[in-house]
């Protein structure tokens, strides 16, 4: 299992691919809780562009430094657990050239959610997912979202890497009919 993984990731296309999964999750779990914050910045009028450009990297990154120590390791550890899952996505698409089945995709789906409604703000965690638990009766439960978020993240990575350990199995298996 392990020279598999390697083989797969000695592969130029598949590390291209790991890195901008990884980068554009990093990025989408910093923008998404200050995107109010960037775009109101964006708005004031006669700002040059080396301004908003210093403008998004100070929030993007240098304020990255501030956040407690578990949270930028739960949004390290996501974008790496989510880059590593869609190599692993591709590479069984590749394999089995056909609809896909039912498990990886579930998997990796549920895995992908929970780890990126809980990582971030845990108010927009809360905000994104309201209307959903509303909507299917559990309105009274968003307390719990807020106050358990990181735990929600935490169990959306182990979903990612559990996800990640089926479709090396299913990757590892003899194509038959």
């Known amino acids: 299992m392990q020279s598999l993984f390697i083989r797969i990731f000695r592969k130029k296309d598949n590390l291209l691919i790991f890195v901008l999964a990884t980068v554009l999750v990093f990025l989408l779990a910093r923008i998404i809780p200050i995107w109010e914050i960037l775009t109101n910045s964006f ?4 700002i ?8 998004f990297s100070e929030y993007i990154f240098i304020y990255f430094i501030d ?3 578990v949270e930028q390791a739960t949004t390290i550890i996501l974008s790496l657990a989510l880059g590593i899952n869609t190599v692993l996505f591709y590479q069984y ?13 579930l998997g990796s789906s549920i895995g992908v959610m929970l780890g990126v409604f809980g990582v971030g703000c845990v108010s927009c965690g809360a905000l ?8 299917i009766g559990l309105g009274a439960q ?10 929600i993240s935490w169990a959306g990575i182990a979903g990612i890497c559990i996800s990640s350990y089926y479709l090396l199995l299913q990757i590892n298996k003899p194509l038959v009919c």
Do not use: M
């Open 43 to 46: 708005k004031i009028p006669d």
């Open 48 to 55: 040059s562009l080396s301004r908003k450009f210093s403008i």
């Open 67 to 69: 956040i407690p120590t």
């Open 93 to 105: 698409i590749k394999k089995q050239q056909k609809i896909f089945a039912g498990k990886s995709f």
């Open 128 to 135: 994104v997912i309201a209307p959903i638990l509303t909507g």
């Open 142 to 151: 968003i307390g719990f979202i807020s106050q358990y978020a990181l735990l």
